[in-house]
């Protein structure tokens, strides 16, 4: 959604990551782009991506986004797919002050506050990842899963720079390790309810984070077709050589841990 307004520090990667993993395992990739002079069906969608943007860019979007409310939240209640990065993030929670105390219509799906401060919160981030791996039992010859040792799926990295301070109740993506995460102060980063992942981290997200990316594509393909039917397919998936990938996410978290 709004690949062309909503695209901060290489969030357009995320849809790359998606895209690219499912091609090479030799999954069709049907994609559609919604944006204001250019909508598509969300219904019919199984993965929805939402990137980051300024405040001018989400101001550019509000009004057109909130007609989509009724839509977004009947998703996100299927337990669809949705990743939505900072701004977009933010959209979906109650209200967002930005910095000249001026308050942004948001679709309050979420119970998340969000207030701007013009002192922001920069740098590369690491997490831990709560996400629930263990709801993938009988396909773990998903490839990534299989290359990538428990601690590597243990951990997120990526790189945040944002104004806005949000508070939830919700579960976190993650904690914060190293980092500022939803607000700075409470050691949490992102959220996450059913199968919506929000959250602040750039770099792109996915591409930095594979097991990440094959988790949402699986959880897409649960949703689609049966248990029986993908442990009888999956095993015949081309096989993602994720060396690189993975050595690259190692040497990213030890910098940090080194830091």
Not at 133 to 157: H, P, R
Request: proline share 2%.
């Amino acid at each position: 959604m709004y690949p062309d307004i909503l695209n901060l520090y290489g969030d357009i990667g995320n849809f790359i990551s998606v895209k690219k993993r499912c091609q090479w395992r030799g999954i069709d990739v049907n994609i559609k782009q919604f944006t204001i002079d250019d909508e598509s069906d969300l219904q019919s969608a199984d993965i929805i991506l939402i990137g980051g943007g300024s405040d001018n860019g989400q101001n550019i979007i509000s009004k057109h986004i909130s007609n989509q409310r009724n839509v977004l939240e009947n998703f996100i209640e299927d337990g669809k797919v949705i990743l939505a990065i900072c701004g977009a993030y933010q959209f979906f929670g109650n209200s967002y002050i930005n910095p000249n105390n001026q308050k942004m219509s948001c679709l309050e799906i979420f119970d998340i506050e969000t207030k701007s401060s013009k002192e922001r919160l920069t740098g590369n981030i690491l997490i831990s990842n709560n996400l629930n791996f263990d709801s993938f039992e009988g396909l773990s010859n998903f490839d990534s899963f299989a290359s990538m040792t428990n601690s590597d799926l243990n951990d997120v990295i990526g790189f945040e720079n944002h104004g806005g301070r949000s508070y939830h109740k919700y579960d976190p993506l993650g904690e914060v390790k190293i980092g500022f995460g939803n607000n700075g102060k409470d050691g949490k980063e992102g959220m996450i309810y059913k199968n919506f992942i929000g959250s602040y981290i750039h770099g792109p997200l996915l591409g930095k984070n594979p097991h990440i990316t094959d988790y949402m594509i699986l959880t897409a393909l649960k949703n689609k077709y049966d248990m029986d039917f993908l442990k009888e397919n999956i095993p015949t998936l081309s096989t993602i050589d994720d060396n690189i990938e993975i050595d690259a996410h190692n040497v990213m978290k030890q910098r940090l841990l080194k830091s």
